[in-house]
């Protein structure tokens, strides 16, 4: 009977074990920062905030018009998954303030919201790696990529690069790049099981460079502006073979002051090339996405260069639309 009962016993502790062990396996823990890597508000909503518009910036850090600036970062409505700090002032602005706020206030309650806040860089930051030879050694390339990180992320605590690359690069160059990129992905981005992103943004179709660091980035931001949306089908199909379809993410632009007119944001609503790309889907699976670049013009018209405050109407109307499409 004794041994009986302990082998019941037994029998009970190894099924319970087995039954935990099931658990744990299927519900790994993970930070914060890696739930939302993983697209825990799938599909995410990008936004580009033009630094120079900050609220704290001189009306004149890269513009000719009087109006002071109206925007702070903190303004961006909460359903915004990830904010890029999209960079340029003249020379010799004074941009301490802006700074400062960054990192003490704006990111901070951003990140209270479960919101990203990554930094853009061009791709000229990758390809100008500081080497003794004609091309950099393994060393070269990590030291330059932590140097990027510890420029543009430490500083201010960001969650990751986003890569703006529009050039038409030589072999060497891309040879520096793809370096670079590698090295990052030690760092950032899926690789790297730290929480940051790395994100390749372009304007072009599927490409050598991207087909080379496409396994080290998170998402394929496309700048596709003033297109029609049937051309999503034809550039997607340049990628379908290189990603998958939650890690593209076609982009509209608002009305930048002075700007070009895309007429991405053109009233009605229903049948604006904005709404259509928010609920556009590749035939593969759902897309990542959407981002939009100059969130703070959202709403603006052609030809109005006032600078004035928004209510993001544009921006929460496609947020609807994407989440629910």
């Keep these: 009977m004794k041994k009986t009962s302990m082998l019941l016993l037994l029998s009970t502790v190894l099924i319970l074990s087995l039954v935990s062990g099931s658990i744990v396996s299927a519900s790994p823990s993970t930070s914060l920062a890696n739930e939302l890597t ?6 995410v909503m990008m936004a580009y905030y033009r630094t120079w518009r900050d609220i704290t910036m001189p009306h004149d850090a890269n513009s000719t018009l009087p109006d002071p600036n109206v925007t702070a970062m903190t303004d961006i409505p909460e359903g915004v998954d990830i904010v890029s700090v999209f960079h340029y002032v003249n020379p010799g602005t004074n941009e301490k303030l802006f700074w400062d706020t960054l990192r003490d206030t704006y990111v901070p309650a951003l990140h209270e919201r479960q919101t990203k806040v990554i930094r853009t860089i061009d791709i000229r930051e990758l390809y100008n790696v500081p080497s003794m030879g004609t091309m950099p050694t393994s060393k070269e390339y990590d030291n330059h990529a932590q140097s990027l990180v510890d420029k543009y992320i430490t500083p201010y ?169």
């Excluded at 379809?245 to 229903?270: H, K, M, T, V």
């Design 38 to 43: 993983k697209g825990q508000k799938s599909p």
């Design 157 to 325: 605590n960001l969650d990751g690069l986003d890569i703006d690359m529009e050039e038409t690069l030589t072999q060497d160059k891309e040879t520096k790049a793809s370096g670079t990129f590698e090295a990052l992905s030690k760092r950032l981005g899926p690789l790297s099981n730290s929480g940051k992103l790395l994100i390749y943004d372009t304007n072009k179709d599927n490409h050598s460079l991207f087909k080379k660091v496409a396994p080290f980035c998170d998402y394929l931001f496309l700048q596709a502006y003033g297109r029609t949306p049937s051309r999503l089908d034809t550039t997607w199909a340049t990628y379908k073979n290189t990603i998958s379809p939650d890690q593209f993410l076609p982009g509209i632009s608002f009305q930048e002051e002075l700007g070009a007119n895309w007429g991405d944001a053109q009233e009605p609503f229903e049948t604006s090339r904005a709404y259509k790309y928010a609920a556009w889907q590749p035939k593969d699976g759902p897309k990542g996405g959407m981002f939009i670049y100059a969130i703070d013009r959202d709403g603006k018209v052609y030809g109005d260069n006032t600078i004035t405050k928004t209510d993001f109407s544009w921006t929460k109307r496609l947020i609807d639309v994407m989440r629910n499409n």
